[in-house]
């Protein structure tokens, strides 16, 4: 009898053990966040000498904004942006946005790489790392960031409706709240980056949206180039 009590003991140990360890890594362990990345073949948009362009005039305070793809390395495109920014509120926001480098009215992006497939785009380095565009998606798709946040498909296009470059295309349009901490002693305001793309021409736009209500939005002009 005494070692049928000792045995039910023990065994009463055990199993207490056992419940308090599974409660234990449930509630310590933190959740981990899977970040996708785009596959695909390379895209025209990533080769060495593709480029971008934003017309001078089509922003208020902004010239000309143009960059070039000079590195293509197992996929992933540097490209050298530069432009001119005389609006004084502007160039604080660039200025405290990471991947800008501020000389004066002259904005720089020296570090800012990208994917460029025939998937989509993914922002490897000065945009916040992560998927930024994948033309087969559906609306409520979600990509998660290197920072925390959470990139949304909130319209794909079914019929040629969004203005661009003298015609009417189809886009998709991905939205970014500005949520993380890191992006709170950045973003300088900015509440919202959205993302326009089409699955011919690329990244056709890209808008800001300030905690005002107001918002600034990049035409975006991209030109791929041979290999």
């Known amino acids: 009898m005494k070692k049928f009590r000792l045995l039910l003991f023990i065994s009463s140990l055990l199993f207490t053990n056992l419940l308090l360890n599974s409660c234990s890594k449930d509630d310590d362990d933190p959740e981990v966040t899977t970040i996708e990345h785009i596959s695909g073949t390379q895209s025209s948009y990533g080769n060495v000498g593709a480029s971008a362009y934003v017309a001078a005039g089509a922003v208020e305070g902004v010239g000309a904004i143009s960059g070039t793809v000079t590195e293509n390395v197992n996929g992933v495109s540097t490209i050298n942006l530069s432009g001119t920014v005389t609006d004084e509120f502007l160039l604080t926001l660039v200025a405290n946005v990471g991947g800008f480098t501020v000389d004066g009215n002259l904005v720089t992006t020296p570090t800012l790489k990208i994917k460029a497939t025939s998937e989509g785009f993914e922002s490897i380095q000065g945009f916040d790392p992560g998927i930024l565009i994948k033309f087969d998606c559906a609306e409520g798709d979600t990509y998660h960031t290197s920072w925390g946040n959470v990139r949304t498909v909130t319209h794909k296009s079914t019929t040629d409706d ?30 919202k980056i959205i993302y326009y793309a089409n699955h011919n021409w690329g990244i056709v736009g890209v808008e800001f949206v300030f905690a005002t209500g107001s918002s600034i939005k990049f035409p975006v002009r991209l030109t791929g180039a041979k290999k």
Do not use: C, F, L, R
Not at 164 to 189: C, F, L, Q, R, Y
């Open 162 to 191: 969004y203005p661009w470059n003298g015609m009417n295309i189809k886009v998709i349009k991905v939205e970014e709240p500005k949520t993380s901490n890191k992006d709170a002693k950045t973003s300088s305001g900015v509440t």
